[in-house]
């Protein structure tokens, strides 16, 4: 970015002839210049850090669905010990069932939270 100039005041000037106001506009341009150039390095970064916030989100998605799964897997047993009448495994299947279901439903929330914060990158 170069002083594109302003109408300049010539009482501004000092003896010399230079414009001490005008050396400190030159030195904040450089400043603006500099501070542009590392705002595009940083702000480079975001794109590929964007597509790994999804990557990793979907990675969680599939581990909160995997859990459903699992979730249902559990249900079943405690269903086939309940008919059993093997109470224990029933009570245990349960409590499984209801700790991977809630482990799968905030997970899944967690990773939709995840994505949707990404697309604001």
Same mark, same amino acid.
């Given at each position: 970015?170069?002083?594109?100039?302003?109408?300049? $005041? !010539?009482s501004k000037?000092?003896?010399?002839?230079?414009n001490v106001e005008l050396k400190s506009e030159v030195i904040e341009l450089g400043a603006i210049d500099d501070l542009q150039n590392k705002f595009k390095v940083i702000a480079?970064?975001?794109p590929k850090l964007k597509d790994?916030?999804?990557k990793l989100a979907n990675k969680l998605s599939g581990v909160a669905n $995997? !859990?459903?799964k699992l979730k249902s897997d559990f249900v079943k047993l405690q269903a086939m010990a309940k008919e059993l009448g093997a109470d224990s495994?029933?009570?245990t299947a349960k409590i499984l069932a209801e700790t991977t279901g809630n482990f799968s439903s905030?997970?899944?929330?967690?990773?939709?939270?995840i994505s949707n914060a990404a697309k604001t990158i």
């Amino acid at each position: 970015m170069s002083y594109t100039g302003k109408n300049i $005041d !010539l009482s501004k000037y000092d003896k010399y002839g230079k414009n001490v106001e005008l050396k400190s506009e030159v030195i904040e341009l450089g400043a603006i210049d500099d501070l542009q150039n590392k705002f595009k390095v940083i702000a480079a970064k975001a794109p590929k850090l964007k597509d790994q916030i999804v990557k990793l989100a979907n990675k969680l998605s599939g581990v909160a669905n $995997d !859990l459903g799964k699992l979730k249902s897997d559990f249900v079943k047993l405690q269903a086939m010990a309940k008919e059993l009448g093997a109470d224990s495994v029933e009570n245990t299947a349960k409590i499984l069932a209801e700790t991977t279901g809630n482990f799968s439903s905030d997970w899944g929330k967690a990773a939709t939270n995840i994505s949707n914060a990404a697309k604001t990158i």
